[in-house]
Nanobody, 124 residues
Framework: QVQLVESGGGLVQAGDSLRLSCAAS????????MGWFRQAPGEEREFVAA????????YYGGSAEGRFSISRDNSKNMVYLQVSSLKTEDTAVYSC?????????????????WGQGTQVTVSS
């Protein structure tokens, strides 16, 4: 069982940067691939980024556009999403997700655990 808690969201201006954090419980965090997704009002959940549990490979969705960077610190049970040059269209609830010992997917249904999300609002 893994519990995920996101933090770091807020109201920012276009062009700003944010670092979102996801704290995970459990002793086997290093065995989970981690993903970040976002969902804007009225939109479907969208894959943003993921990091593999085994080799640390990172994957990014089209919306990342080189502005997002995912990382993890297994010693702290943390995964991060650094977002730069924020745009108004980045406004969404950002959630982290975990899947046990699998290559991370862009499909949210393949993840086993989810956090409650953190709101990011970008004003123009």
């Amino acid at each position: 069982q893994v519990q995920l808690v996101e933090s770091g969201g807020g109201l920012v201006q276009a062009g700003d940067s944010l670092r979102l954090s996801c704290a995970a419980s459990g002793r086997t965090f290093s065995s989970y691939s981690m993903g970040w997704f976002r969902q804007a009002p009225g939109e479907e959940r969208e894959f943003v980024a993921a990091i593999d549990w085994n080799d640390g490979w990172t994957y990014y969705g089209g919306s990342a556009e080189g502005r997002f960077s995912i990382s993890r610190d297994n010693s702290k049970n943390m995964v991060y999403l650094q977002v730069s040059s924020l745009k108004t269209e980045d406004t969404a609830v950002y959630s982290c997700a975990a899947v046990y010992r699998k290559v991370p997917s862009t499909d949210p249904t393949t993840y086993d655990y989810w956090g409650q999300g953190t709101q990011v609002t970008v004003s123009s």
